[in-house]
């Protein structure tokens, strides 16, 4: 089983509780299945560009003019795409680590996703249907915020991202261990909701590890 774990967070693991959740997830998988392989990749010392005219050019041309022939800028302009897409593409389980921001993710997430979650690295469209490159099953996030959210709040702007993105890429199994109520200024229980989440992180990580 190879796991492809996403870190957006810029913070050490000291300051960070989401960091912390990624810990203890990773400590339990491979405690329970060492034979797990697992490839780690930090937003913040790997980052992802904005995509740009040339990417945009380069990745969806070819959709509408099959003659098309790219310049030399824009088959550059894609190779951190095509090599986060291939990452992904080798991975049955995804594991992204972040805080809210804002009220969603990390802008270096989206920037991410924007890169790799595009016809020809992760899928392809036949006849008006979405066929996968990839082989994905089931994707996790370990979050942290400051305030408190309720399942289906509102004021939560990351999951749904994430469930859409990959909800067209054909992933639905997605589940969350989240942190809330960090922020002490507010919330007085936050170590309490932090060990909750940290207990949750462990019954996803043994899913994981016993999974065919």
Not at 96 to 125: E, R, S
């Amino acid at each position: 089983m190879n796991v492809l774990h996403v870190v957006a967070n810029p913070r050490p693991i000291e300051e960070s509780v989401s960091k912390q959740l990624a810990a203890s997830f990773f400590a339990t998988l491979l405690g329970k299945n060492p034979d797990v392989t697992v490839n780690n990749i930090d937003l913040y010392e790997d980052p992802p560009p904005y995509l740009s005219l040339n990417a945009y050019r380069r990745i969806y041309t070819p959709l509408v003019n099959p003659e098309y022939k790219p310049t030399k800028a824009e088959e550059d302009s894609i190779a951190y795409a095509k090599e986060q897409a291939e990452a992904l593409r080798q991975a049955d389980v995804l594991v992204l680590t972040m805080p809210m921001w804002a009220g969603g993710p990390p802008a270096i997430l989206k920037a991410w996703l924007d890169q790799v979650a595009q016809p020809g690295l992760l899928f392809n469209v036949e006849n008006g249907v979405v066929k996968p490159l990839h082989q994905l099953r089931k994707i996790i996030l370990l979050v942290a915020s400051g305030d408190v959210y309720k399942e289906g709040d509102d004021r939560d702007g990351l999951t749904p991202i994430i469930r859409n993105t990959f909800g067209f890429l054909g992933v639905t199994d997605i589940e969350v261990a989240w942190a809330d109520g960090q922020d002490p200024n507010f919330h007085s229980d936050g170590e309490d909701r932090k060990q909750t989440a940290l207990e949750m992180t462990e019954e996803l990580a043994e899913e994981v590890a016993e999974a065919p």
